[in-house]
């Protein structure tokens, strides 16, 4: 009986400590002024961070031209906010995560469990398919606490031409960012 019951308590906690990490936040108006990029740790020695380059300046350029439309100015280090963002790439069958820019102790295992629910298991298309999700983190570079968190999915196809990636990637960040209010 009273393994039952510690089952029972282990599996609410897990239950609940998954179902907590949001997948939208907006904690109103956010005051800053710079922004900054994730410091990604070390990574030579990893497989396949060199074919990752190109597709981390692509979204890294996106979101810069974005946050500097909205008045905010880049740094490369230490701005008053810092931005992290996630890759989640699925299909049918799999769904795995690119954390590079993400940072450290963060939850993009679920984050990226969610994504895997909403497109493989409840999304109901027989046919093969890929789709590629970016999330987008605000985090407070002070308090490290996440003022904003948003994402969005597009279909990932074969193939084509890079003009249109880029189209694709910056109507993602801008309908990522679309409510990202900044205190004047």
């Known amino acids: 009986m009273k393994n039952n019951l510690t089952i029972t308590l282990m599996l609410l906690f897990f239950v609940v400590g998954c179902a907590t990490t949001p997948t939208r936040v907006q ?29 981390h300046a692509a979204i890294q350029s996106a979101i810069r031209e974005n946050l500097e439309a909205k ?3 880049y740094q490369p280090r230490g701005g008053d906010i810092t931005v992290a963002y996630l890759m989640i790439v699925g299909n049918n069958v799999s769904t795995k995560s ?4 993400f940072g450290y102790g963060r939850e993009y295992a679920d984050l990226q ?52 990636r880029k189209e ?17």
């Open 27 to 55: 904690s109103g108006k956010i005051t800053a002024q710079t922004f900054s990029f994730v410091q990604p740790g070390p990574s030579a020695n990893l497989r396949g961070v060199e074919q990752r380059k190109p597709i």
């Open 71 to 73: 008045g905010l100015t």
């Open 98 to 101: 690119v954390a590079d820019y």
């Open 113 to 164: 469990d969610k994504a895997h629910q909403k497109i493989a298991v409840d999304g109901r298309n027989p046919n093969y398919f890929e789709v590629g999700t970016l999330l987008i983190d605000l985090i407070d570079s002070g308090d490290q606490s996440l003022q904003y968190r948003n994402y969005a999915y597009r279909e990932l196809f074969k193939d084509l031409p890079e003009e249109t």
């Open 168 to 184: 694709n990637l910056q109507s993602a960040v801008e309908e990522i960012l679309a409510k990202l209010r900044l205190a004047k």
